[in-house]
């Protein structure tokens, strides 16, 4: 096994008759080259790893955003009912001109306090598990008149 590039590779006799060649002379050792793997190999899995995290991140904002604004339930809209109504306030409060104004502090001070009322009614009543919300829309003269409507879902209410 002289000249050429038979040069580079050690011939080694082990205790046993058998012949073993390496590429790697005695001085490189094998820790050596292990650590070299191992370093390069970790940077490999963290990259790795990192792009599907990112992936996965990606993933989970695209279905947020497709639930969200594409799965729009046509068929809730069909149950939902609103009903509208008026009640008339006999005592305590009374109407004031800058309950016409709905952009007024003091409207929306009334119609917070009488939403917060209609509300705590309706979850109280038979129609509770389909109640969904209260809105007060106008007040007007005469004592003082509320206008406010009902959201309903019908899926919700016993037959």
Do not use: W
């Not at 094998?30 to 793997?37: A, V």
């Not at 106008?138 to 037959?159: P, T, W, Y």
Request: glycine content about 6%.
């Amino acid at each position: 096994m002289e000249g050429g590039a038979m040069d580079y590779i050690y011939t080694h006799l082990p205790q046993s008759a058998t012949t073993s060649a390496t590429l790697f002379p005695d001085d490189i050792t094998n820790s050596s080259y292990k650590r070299l793997f191992n370093r390069s190999l970790c940077r490999v899995i963290l990259g790795c790893s990192i792009l599907l995290v990112i992936a996965a991140v990606l993933g989970i904002v695209a279905v947020a955003i497709y639930l969200g604004m594409i799965t729009k339930d046509p068929e809730g809209e069909k149950y939902s009912a609103e009903f509208a109504g008026r009640f008339l306030v006999r005592s305590g409060d009374s109407f004031h001109e800058s309950l016409l104004d709905e952009k007024s502090s003091h409207f929306k001070k009334m119609a917070e306090r009488y939403r917060i009322m209609l509300s705590d009614a309706f979850e109280a009543s038979q129609l509770s598990p389909g109640f969904h919300h209260a809105t007060v829309d106008a007040f007007r003269n005469g004592s003082l008149q509320v206008f406010f409507r009902i959201h309903l879902d019908r899926r919700k209410l016993s037959q």
